[in-house]
C-alpha cells in the first residue's frame, strides 16, 4: 500500500505569506529556501500538525481518560513502536554510506536495546520500556506483543508508515523522521502531566519517555541537517515537507482511530481489544 505525500494546494490569494500553511507557503514560491526558512517551514508543520494537538492527547494530559482507554492507547502504540526499528533498518539498508549508517544504527539499538556485551547506551530498549508502560496500565504484555488486538486503522497507518520509507526517495523516508523536532515537547507535558492525574502510574511506568529526551534532539539534529543539505531544488524542499506532514497524517489519524473506537461515538470494531467492563 502507498501512503501518498501530502502535496501543497493552490495558494489562497486573500492570505498573507506569514499565515499560510507550510504546504501552502512552499506553493506560494518557486524559489529556493535557504536551509534556515526549509527548517522553519518544517517546523511550522509540526505546530500545525503534531500528534500533540489530537483531542484524545488533550484529554490523556487533562486526566479525562478511563483506565481501559489508556490501555487501549499503550496497545495500539505498541504496533507503532515495535516499527520503529524496522522502519530504520529499511532506511539504513537504502544507503551506500558508512558514516550515515553508523549514525542512524544507533536509532535501532535505542528501540531494540544493545547486543550482549554491547556497552553504552541504555540497558533496555524503548520497545521493552513501552512493553512496562503497558503492565503499569493492566495489561497483559504477551497480548500487546501480539498485536492482534490493535485495531485495523492502527495496523493500515503503520504499514504504511513501513512503506513510504520504503518505496519514496531517501529524502522522504528521512524527512519523514522529523516529528522527532516536536517530541520532546509533547513528553515535556504528557509525563508531568500523566504523573499528576493517574495515580495507578509510576515513573517507572513512564520510564520509555526519559532517555528520548536526549534520544530524539540528537536524531532530529542529525535528520535534520541532512534534509536541509539534500533538499536543494524548490521541489525537493516540497517533497521534503510534504513527508513530514505525511507522517503527522499517519500519527493524528492513529488517534483518530482511537478516539472513534474508545471516546465517541465508542465503536469498537470485531476482534479489537475491548477494555475490562465493556460490552
Same mark, same amino acid.
Given at each position: 500500500m502507498n501512503a501518498p505525500l501530502a502535496t501543497p494546494g493552490p495558494m489562497p490569494s486573500d492570505r498573507p505569506v506569514a499565515a499560510l500553511s507550510a504546504a501552502d507557503f512552499m506553493a506560494a514560491t518557486d524559489r529556493l529556501l535557504t536551509p534556515a526558512e526549509l527548517e522553519a517551514a518544517l517546523r511550522r508543520v509540526g505546530a500545525e500538525r503534531y500528534h500533540m494537538h489530537h483531542p484524545f492527547h488533550r484529554l490523556m494530559n487533562a486526566g479525562g481518560l478511563t483506565r481501559g482507554q489508556m490501555q487501549a492507547w499503550a496497545l495500539n502504540r505498541y504496533c507503532y513502536q515495535a516499527a520503529i526499528p524496522r522502519k530504520d533498518a529499511i532506511i539504513?539498508?537504502?544507503?551506500?554510506?558508512?558514516?550515515?549508517?553508523r549514525e542512524w544504527r544507533k536509532r535501532i539499538? $535505542?528501540?531494540? &536495546?544493545? %547486543?550482549?556485551?554491547?556497552? &553504552?547506551?541504555? =540497558?533496555?530498549?524503548?520497545?521493552?520500556?513501552?512493553? =512496562? #508502560?503497558?503492565?503499569?496500565v493492566g495489561l497483559d504484555v504477551d497480548r500487546v506483543v501480539s498485536q492482534r488486538y490493535a485495531l485495523p486503522a492502527t495496523r493500515f497507518a503503520v504499514g504504511a508508515y513501513?512503506?513510504?520509507?520504503?518505496s519514496s526517495s531517501m529524502l522522504v523516508a528521512v524527512a519523514s523522521s522529523l516529528t522527532e523536532l516536536f517530541s520532546p515537547i509533547a513528553i515535556g507535558e504528557r509525563v508531568p502531566a500523566m504523573l499528576a492525574?493517574? $495515580?495507578?502510574?509510576t515513573e517507572e511506568t513512564l520510564s520509555y519517555?526519559?532517555?528520548? #529526551?536526549?534520544?530524539?534532539?540528537?536524531? %532530529?539534529?542529525?535528520? #535534520?541537517? #541532512?534534509?536541509?543539505?539534500?533538499?536543494?531544488?524548490? $521541489?525537493k524542499q516540497r517533497d521534503a515537507i510534504g513527508a513530514l506532514i505525511t507522517k503527522c497524517d499517519i500519527l493524528w489519524a492513529m488517534l483518530d482511530a482511537l478516539h472513534f473506537a474508545y471516546v465517541e461515538p465508542g465503536l469498537v470494531p470485531p476482534g479489537a481489544f475491548r477494555p475490562a467492563g465493556t460490552d
Open positions: 539504513l539498508s537504502r544507503s551506500d554510506d558508512p558514516a550515515f549508517r539499538v $535505542d528501540h531494540d &536495546g544493545p %547486543a550482549d556485551g554491547e556497552h &553504552g547506551g541504555e =540497558k533496555d530498549g524503548g520497545i521493552k520500556r513501552w512493553l =512496562k #508502560l503497558a503492565e503499569g513501513l512503506d513510504l520509507v520504503a492525574r493517574y $495515580d495507578y502510574i519517555f526519559t532517555p528520548r #529526551l536526549h534520544q530524539a534532539p540528537r536524531d %532530529a539534529e542529525h535528520a #535534520l541537517a #541532512l534534509v536541509t543539505a539534500w533538499a536543494d531544488t524548490p $521541489d
